[in-house]
Antibody, heavy 121, light 108 residues
Framework: QVQLVESGGGVVQPGRSLRLSCAAS????????MHWVRQAPGKGLEWVTL????????YYASSVKGRFTVSRDNSKNTLFLQMNSLRAEDTAVYYC??????????????WGQGTLVTVSS | SSELTQAPAVSVALGQTVRITCQGD??????VNWYQQKPGQAPVLVIY???NRPSGIPDRFSGSTSGNTASLTITGAQAEDEADYYC???????????FGGGTKLTVL
């Protein structure tokens, strides 16, 4: 069965960096586009970034562009999110999600359980 | 505009039918997907494309679109359907994902 397990969250000071990981299993990771979506405490879902199946295409929300970098290691079935220059407003649960192919717009058909990032001094 | 607008909250009596809507200009060109999120849990896809249900989603969930408004309909709402519901679609470039603000469904 498909499993997505995020890790790397924690408490970090404003301006510092953090790297999240998402370990994937149960499907051919290298064949699917992947996303990061976040949710601030008590707020709605906010899309963060998309990376194509081969890592050649990356797209970002305007709120994180220039500060966050998405990458993947298909040999290790792992998705990453490097977060730099963190701000208080980046505090959220970060979910990785798998995109379903062959549908437009592609839905996110599997989600991890999320990892909490708290940006605070 | 790529924004998607949802009503913050909707309520329905147990066993009755409820419609949750999602409005946006982009919906004239793209379908939406719908997600259910219960407290403390990750979102779950309930409807995708024109009106498709993933395996395991009850057939009381259905989707439709008219003009710039998409709807998620729950026919015969159950207590376990109480949750937050989010729509998503793509912006005009088709590369950026946009979520609606979410609708909290209360089953009375």
């Amino acid at each position: 069965q498909v499993q997505l397990v995020e890790s790397g969250g924690g408490v970090v000071q404003p301006g510092r960096s953090l790297r999240l990981s998402c370990a994937a299993s149960g499907f051919t990771f290298s064949s699917f586009d992947m996303h990061w979506v976040r949710q601030a405490p008590g707020k709605g879902l906010e899309w963060v970034t998309l990376i194509s199946y081969d890592g050649s295409k990356k797209y970002y929300a305007s709120s994180v562009k220039g500060r966050f970098t998405v990458s993947r290691d298909n040999s290790k079935n792992t998705l990453f999110l490097q977060m730099n220059s963190l701000r208080a407003e980046d505090t959220a649960v970060y979910y990785c999600a798998k995109e379903k192919r062959e549908v437009r717009p592609p839905p996110l058909d599997y989600w991890g359980q999320g990892t909490l990032v708290t940006v605070s001094s | 505009s790529s924004e998607l607008t949802q009503a913050p909250a909707v309520s329905v009596a147990l066993g009755q039918t409820v419609r949750i809507t999602c409005q946006g200009d982009s919906l004239r060109n793209y379908n939406v997907n719908w997600y259910q999120q219960k407290p403390g849990q990750a979102p779950v896809l309930v409807i995708y494309g024109k009106n498709n249900r993933p395996s395991g989603i009850p057939d009381r969930f259905s989707g439709s679109t008219s003009g710039n408004t998409a709807s998620l309909t729950i026919t015969g709402a159950q207590a376990e359907d109480e949750a937050d519901y989010y729509c998503d679609s793509r912006d005009s470039s088709a590369n950026l994902v946009v979520f609606g603000g979410g609708t909290k469904l209360t089953v009375l």
